[in-house]
Nanobody, 124 residues
Framework: QLQLVESGGGLVQPGGSLRLSCAAS????????IGWFRQAPGKEREGVSC??????????HYANSVKGRFTISRDNAKNTVYLQMNSLKPEDTAVYYC???????????????WGQGTQVTVSS
């Protein structure tokens, strides 16, 4: 069974950091592009970042709102993709999801596999 599981969310103060993990089971994560998306209450789901598969050189992409603060990476030995989030702001508060497909895409509807999400709350 193909499965993605996110972890690492929590409550953090503005300016703080969190590292989210997206672990895969049932398939090799490196064969897929992995995207991170987030959805805040009352708002549409938006793309945060994406990392291509190694066959596409592991290219990374970021939304303008997180560029310079967030870093996406993968550890193929652990079959896991990470999202390091620094300098967090209250507007980063959302449920964060990871998703997999063949190559990076902006439209979340195009992703084939999804995790259950992890809550990130940035508040003092």
């Amino acid at each position: 069974q193909l499965q993605l599981v996110e972890s690492g969310g929590g409550l953090v103060q503005p300016g703080g950091s969190l590292r989210l993990s997206c672990a895969a089971s049932g398939f090799t994560l490196d064969y897929y592009a992995i995207g991170w998306f987030r959805q805040a209450p009352g708002k549409e789901r938006e793309g945060v970042s994406c990392i291509s598969s190694s066959s596409r050189d592991g290219d990374t992409h970021y939304a303008n709102s997180v560029k310079g603060r967030f870093t996406i990476s993968r550890d193929n030995a652990k079959n896991t993709v990470y999202l390091q989030m620094n300098s967090l702001k209250p507007e980063d508060t959302a449920v964060y999801y990871c998703a997999a497909r063949g190559f990076c895409a902006v439209d979340w509807n195009e992703y084939d596999y999804w995790g259950q999400g992890t809550q990130v709350t940035v508040s003092s």
